[in-house]
């Protein structure tokens, strides 16, 4: 499955869920698990090779069991046995987005597609009051008409690279060992490999013309001349904020966690390093919160 198909799901799946809720009027693992696999089809998917391969709830409200043979470990149990056999690695770098996932998602559904192995994660909706515990489905309020009760954060298979794999930063690779893909709503990250897209080609072509001396919000032209965005490679964006972002790969640390570079109609600047800005700001985006 392509990751213009995850996004695509990820949009998907929430659609379902807000048709669920103005038809049957409450929601059930069931009709998640339905929506899930529903998404996926309206994502460009046949029946063929496609199917639901398990559930787990908070409390095991409705579980059922991974089924042998794949990904995430058929050996977990319960949704807080699979949220940390599939985070446990990236905790040591992104301590508070693993302690989100495990406070706020309060269930999960994996689908096959191709042979990959994909997750929807459900948590809930910014709109409704949180509390300091993720709730099972049946303690969750139903929203107001027209509103959505569920958070869906859509994800891709863990990434096929070896986890020792130099050319991508280690607190990445740490990501990309769970999920090579995260997408929920306008954003759409990538972790298992650097973009080809090169930030100093782009800002290059939308710049063209401009006087050597002129300066934008966050750098100058000579900056960008002297080849400061050159090693700066896309891995995301965000569509409704208008931002693609980028990693720095040739500045110090970027071997383990480098600076996030933010494109914008304003101009491009680098801003906080990538552990700190996935803990908040991908962690606001995608979890909404």
Do not use: K
Request: net charge negative; aromatic share 8%.
């Amino acid at each position: 499955m392509s990751d213009r198909i995850d996004s695509r799901v990820a949009g998907n799946i929430e659609f379902f869920l807000r048709r669920a809720l103005r038809t049957e009027g409450s929601w059930s693992p069931a009709s998640l698990a339905d929506a899930t696999l529903e998404a996926v089809h309206l994502g460009g998917e046949s029946n063929e090779g496609v199917e639901v391969r398990g559930r787990l709830f908070r409390g095991g409200h409705a579980d059922v069991p991974l089924q042998p043979g794949g990904w995430p470990d058929s050996g977990a149990a319960t949704l807080g046995q699979a949220l940390d056999n599939i985070w446990g690695q990236a905790a040591e770098y992104f301590p508070e987005w693993v302690a989100a996932i495990r406070r706020e998602i309060f269930g999960l559904v994996v689908v096959r597609v191709r042979g990959g192995d994909h997750v929807a994660y459900f948590s809930r909706s910014r709109r409704i009051p949180r509390g300091t515990q993720a709730q099972r489905l049946s303690d969750i309020d139903e929203p107001g008409p027209g509103a959505g009760a569920i958070n869906v954060m859509w994800s891709g298979p863990p990434a096929d690279r070896r986890s020792d794999d130099e050319t991508i930063p280690v607190s990445i690779r740490a990501l990309a060992a769970a999920h090579r893909s995260l997408h929920a709503g306008d954003t759409s990250l990538r972790f298992d490999s650097p973009g080809t897209e090169n930030l100093g080609d782009l800002l290059r072509e939308r710049y063209e013309g401009a006087e050597p001396d002129e300066e934008e919000e966050d750098f100058t032209l000579e900056d960008l001349n002297e080849g400061v965005f050159d090693a700066c490679f896309y891995f995301g964006h965000d569509n409704s904020a208008a931002e693609s972002y980028f990693i720095d790969l040739h500045e110090q640390n970027s071997t383990v966690d480098p600076l996030v570079v933010t494109l914008s109609p304003d101009g491009a600047n680098h801003g906080d390093r990538f552990g700190e800005w996935f803990d908040h700001q991908a962690r606001a985006a995608l979890l909404g919160l």
